[in-house]
């Protein structure tokens, strides 16, 4: 209301430097509105732990490590060969792998489907649909950089798409369902962030195994629930809800 706005920009006035004026109610400030009586709730502590997970050495360390040399290996050929759109794609190709197995096996999957039929397309819209804050100049530029698959590549590919078949249990997979239960344990519901939306539609299967119905998501697609054993399309307020 009114006499909030008033107090808030005061406080503001009173307690910020100029240059900082204009920005938005962080947790820091929230919690000095309370202090002074502006809030009836205080705003809740964020605590961040850092979990390392150890993969299983023989399968999940040693695809890790091939997937890995995979990008390493393409990328300097890129820049040795000036193929900046190439370059570009083994940058995000690492990123995927640190998400999860999924999310690279299904980039893989897409980039091996391009070179065989032909294409020549470097970059698909479903790698580039989760970089949100990805350089728009760049990704104008695509494009221009198209150039022929290295003939090794493909037989790269197949190698490594092959071992995805056999690394068994997912031992991130494996930490996030444990570390899962414990907080539903001590509260009604928790939101699970993902970088990518391959790596949510791969946790969503998993968790609606345990869950059921009560498994909502929200992406780039919009929201979606479980309707008789289906996702279905809802809106963005009622995912909230």
Known sequence: DQAFMEASRQFLMVNTPLKDLMFRHTRDTLRQ??????????????VVEDKAITLEPKREAELYRQVSNYVRHFYQLAQKENRKALGFLMTLYRKRLT????????SLERRL?????????????DDLADLDDADDAILDGLQEYMTPAHPEEIEYLQDLLRQFGSTGEDSKLSHFLQTLRQELAQRESAIVFTQYTDTMDFLREELRQLYGSQVACYSGRGGEILVDGE???????????
Do not use: H, M, N
Not at 116 to 122: E, I, K, W
Not at 232 to 240: E, G
């Open 99 to 106: 998400s999860s197995f999924y999310a690279i096996q299904k």
């Open 33 to 46: 509105y309370y202090r002074l009586g502006l809030l009836e709730r205080d705003i809740p502590q964020r």
């Open 113 to 125: 489907e391009c070179l065989l039929s032909g294409q020549g397309a470097v970059v698909t819209q």
């Open 231 to 241: 996702w279905s399309s809802v809106s963005k307020d009622l995912i909230k809800q």
